[in-house]
Structure formats: structure tokens, C-alpha cells
């Protein structure tokens, strides 16, 4: 399967596909962590047209729940942020999975298909993480975690890369995406 994670420049979803021996490419404006197929451009100017499967995680510093404090200065931001989840959500793409934490992208992308925490994939923390998935089944637990500590991401110390500490995909709920997105659970 042709397999493209937009919005993703730490390479883990890509190579959790990769390792499942898909064809995955991740795209972002940033430069790729984890060297491998990488497209560094606006996912815009990307031919989505040739993959069967879509995993995008556009950027939610303006749509998250977490920054609604901030909200009321930064509108038109708001705005594009979510017209740009509107328009991977139409993107040409048969099977498609847009990840983003509750907030506000609901407002132009409907309820989601989903919600999902990083301790249903073997991680003892949380963080409530919504999916829009069209084409594709429920993401299922994996290993149920019973100890839990606070959500690390709220307690990520200060500085010019905390919103990437935050903003990656943990290993175990990318693994549990290839595993069941990645076969062919159709027949």
C-alpha cells in the first residue's frame, strides 16, 4: 500500500508502514527526524491522488483545547487552521485519518469517528487525541495500560521545541495504525 502521513516530521508513523513493507512517505514543511522518505513542502503541492491511505496530523496550536485561552486573539489563524482540516478531509484519498486533540476541529470536521488515549497503546500517561477516519475501521486497543501517570505533555518544560515534544505521535499507537490500517481488513 502507498501510505502518506502528512503533517509529520519525526518519522514514526512512517516507519511503523515502513517496517509493515508499505510504501510510506511522510510530508512536512520541517525537515524529517527519522531519515527516510520524506517530502519537505506544503502538503498542498503534494499529488495526493497516488496513495491509498492518508494519516494526517495537521497542526493544532490554534485548534486544540488547550489553547482556548488564547483563542479570541488569533481568529483568522483559527480559521485557516481548520479550513485546512477541511481540505485533507477532501483530499483524493480512499482511506483517510485525521488526528488532532479535542478543540475546535470538530467545528469544520464534524464529530469524531473516534477518541483515542496513548494508555490503550502501552503508554501510562493521557492525552485524549480525536480521529476523523473515512474508509478505515476503528483503531483498537493494543495493551491496555493500568497505570497512569499525568499527562506528560502538559508538563513538557518550557522552550523553542516543547509544541514538537508534544506534537509527536507516541511509537505505540503509530505501531497499532500500520497493524490495522495497513492490511487489507476489507474481504
Request: proline share 7%; net charge positive; aromatic share 10%.
Amino acid at each position: 500500500m502507498k501510505v502518506l502521513v502528512a503533517c509529520e516530521f519525526s518519522g514514526v508513523v512512517r516507519e511503523c508502514f515502513r517496517t509493515r513493507g508499505h510504501d510510506a512517505w511522510s510530508c512536512d514543511l520541517l525537515p524529517t527526524e527519522w531519515p527516510g522518505q520524506h517530502i519537505q513542502d506544503d502538503i498542498r503541492n503534494v499529488d495526493l491522488s497516488q496513495f491509498d491511505l492518508m494519516i494526517a496530523h495537521p497542526p493544532c496550536r490554534y485548534l486544540a483545547q488547550s489553547g482556548a485561552r488564547w483563542w479570541k486573539d488569533h481568529i483568522d489563524e483559527q480559521r485557516q487552521a481548520g479550513e485546512f482540516c477541511r481540505w485533507l478531509w477532501q483530499a483524493p484519498v480512499q482511506r483517510i485519518a485525521i488526528e488532532n486533540p479535542r478543540g475546535r476541529a470538530t467545528r469544520y470536521l464534524g464529530i469524531p469517528t473516534q477518541c483515542i488515549e496513548p494508555w490503550h497503546f502501552g503508554h501510562p500517561e493521557t492525552k485524549a487525541t480525536n480521529l476523523w477516519l473515512k474508509g478505515l475501521p476503528l483503531l483498537r486497543p493494543t495493551a491496555i495500560s493500568l497505570i497512569l501517570r499525568s499527562a506528560r505533555v502538559h508538563h513538557e518544560r518550557p522552550g523553542p521545541d516543547r509544541w514538537k515534544r508534544r506534537s509527536r505521535t507516541l511509537h505505540g499507537i503509530a505501531a497499532a495504525m500500520a497493524k490495522q490500517w495497513g492490511g487489507d481488513w476489507t474481504r
